[in-house]
């Protein structure tokens, strides 16, 4: 008798449904995509009406052997991988290597309830969700295979460039730009103490006659508000001068209160998690990139195990939609009422309406059981997983929960024309704050002072504070996201990957979790505004995301869709092709000199991060590295220039230790480039004095390994274990005498160095007392932001 077999694309996910289904079902994972575009061509053909030219992907021959070995004595086929686009590409793929009838089932989340449902109710392969893949992925490689080697031409080899990533980049220079060109503005505030008996308080001045006390950045809008109520005409305080005369003019004056006010008002919950807003929280919260938030919810969805088996804690993570399913809810208010009592529990459901733009495929992120309370979770998680699941459980529970009730109580004080403001918020009612709230809760505030109106007060000192506008600020993972999200840029799957692109790509690096283009970004921006000015505009993506969803939805031909696009587009391609035009990037001028010809420095941006070199290269080969706030440091990073004890046996002159600018160290000749001797730099093994040599590993990662444990070839020849997984440095460890080594710490422009030595103390890493302070100060910040 055969078997049934369901196929999905993640390990852990198979592993989590198995336990659900017995020994009936056959579960097996594809990891991930099976079939794919070729890497080394375009793989589609143009004349065909963009037929695309799948193939498997190399290095997938077991999985697929798996696969097909799974289901050679199934009667049923079920293909369970995720509900989008992706996921239903990876069912059609699998479908067209097996060759058999298959059944397609869906569920939001991986619980035993949902999967034993799902295949209850199995359907076809949805066709229109598989064109609507092709399109995209079909777009983004025309757009990708075309113009990046036009900048390889034109600018320098290497480079790429990428149909939604251009934009994002595009988004990250723009704003470094207004940084740059921005002038500050100079602006006063006034704040006076006042004194009335025993009483003393402290008010800010809001008004002078019937202007409004303002800034530089809010003049503009003020002036076009309603001259009634709170808008009217606003005043800004310019100089030193105006402010001196205008404290000169108000302590002349006799204060009294004018008027004493109350207003009562509510904020209500958040609606639960989509993608974009779970990825910001968790920026904003956590310091998370959007690439560690997902990382961390695929695999609460997939399913941790609860000592009993795996089990999915939340619903799919890449939704768009703040529909919730109503037993959920219902599960949630049950809850609620329980544990906070029925006062925090509204009549009626709390429902929210999810964007106009919205898919609306899938339902919010929520928890599977409202009952598994982080708390009850809390030796089944790790830190990360603990931190997130959180999040989700109390935004979900919050978003049922009544709305948090403020009284906010006024004060102002006027003397002549000039009104001082002092007010205290105090809450009445937490509501859903009980369960969720972020830095911008209203904290209790001080009781304000007894008194009445008209009554007089005595001015005791009024005091003028110097500000200068500020620049925008720099895009961090939140911000960005959201911008993304609402210029409609890419969907809520793609954000952190088009992230992780631009970072990966050397197109923009994260300093201090803020986003700065290097010189390559803002050279690629340059020539895609130039050649391709509607790829990297905002509404084009807009528009073709647009065009995308109404090919998911049926309404549009996907071929329709491409060719409407290529043929305006290759034309341009063809044109810039024959342009003799070139572009050059253009290092940021910093405020360093040159120690050793007084040059200005430049701000580059290499393979591990951010350096200054000389602006007088070539005759100045002088470059100095930096850290993440641009101060120079005396970091050996790479040993440049350390002489070696013996002379170049070409042409005579001094050898010295110096860097590819792939990171890689070995000895050139001082006499460079007329004598163009180079050797491999020799290093002993700490352990043994053995020669050690490279090995790269199937990952194409480049270790060192000792020469007494195996030879170049591979050949074993003794057992000394050591191996070194970072970048030698030239200096030893004060603690055990072996070398030290370097580690780019991943997605920073920071440096971990460590001890080479297993056992010694130092081999975690070694952090100077500055990287401490920074350390600390960062955790104070995320704690205080919470």
Known sequence: MGHKALIVESPTKAKTIARYLGKEFKVVSTVGHIRDLPKSSLGVDVDKNFEPEYQNIRGKAKTIKALKDAIKDADEIYLATDPDREGEAIAWHVAQILRKPVKRVEYQEVTKKAVLEALKNPHDINAALVDAYQARRVLDRLVGYQISPLMWRKIKPGLSAGRVQSVAVRLICEREEEIRSFNREEYWNFEADFSRGSDSFSAALVRIGDQRISRPSEEHRREEESSSGEGGRSVIIRSQEEADRLVADARAQSYNVSDISSRKHTRRPAPPFITSTLQQDAARRFGWSGKRSMRIAQQLYEGIDLGSGPEGLITYMRTDSVRVNPAAIDDARGLIAGRFGQAHLPEKPNYYKSKKDAQDAHEAIRPTSAERSPEALARFLNEDQMRLYRLIWQRFIASQMKPAEFETHSIEITGGLYTFRLSSTNTLFKGFLEVYGDARNESEQPELPPLSANEGVNLEELRPTQHFTKPPPRYTDASLIKAMEEYGIGRPSTYASIIDTIIFRNYV???????????????????????????????????????????????????????????????????????????????????????????????????????????????????????EKGNIIDRPVSEAGQKVDYPCPKCGKELSVKVSRWGTKFIGCSGYPKCDYTSELQ????????????????????????????????????????????????????????????????GTDRFRRYCSNAICDNHKGIFTDEDKEEEGAAVSAESAEE
Not at 560 to 578: I, M, R, T
Not at 723 to 741: D, I, M, Q, R, T
Request: include cysteine.
């Open 509 to 627: 690096v994260r300093v201090q979790k803020q986003f700065q283009p290097t010189e390559w970004g803002f050279v690629t921006t340059e020539m895609m505004e130039h050649y391709f000015p509607e790829i990297v505009d905002v509404g084009f993506t807009r528009d073709m995301e647009g065009k995308l969803d109404e090919v998911e939805d049926g309404k549009m031909d996907w071929r329709n869709v491409l060719g409407n696009f290529y043929q305006p587009f290759k034309s341009k391609v063809d044109a810039a092709g024959e342009e003799k035009k070139y572009f050059k990037a253009k290092p940021q001028e910093t405020e360093h000199s040159c120690d050793k010809c007084g040059s200005v420095m430049l701000l580059r941006h290499g393979k591990f991060g951010r350096f200054l070199s000389c602006s007088a290269y070539p005759e100045c080969s002088n470059i100095k590295n930096i850290d």
């Open 683 to 746: 290093t002993k093994c700490p352990k043994c004095q053995g020669e050690l040599h490279k090995k790269r590993l199937p990952n194409r990662r480049v270790i060192l390994v000792c020469g007494n444990n195996e030879k170049p070839d591979g050949e074993k020849v003794g057992n000394c274990d050591f191996v070194l997984w970072g970048k030698p440095l030239l200096e030893k460890c004060e603690k055990c005498g072996f070398w030290l080594a370097e580690q780019k710490i991943k």
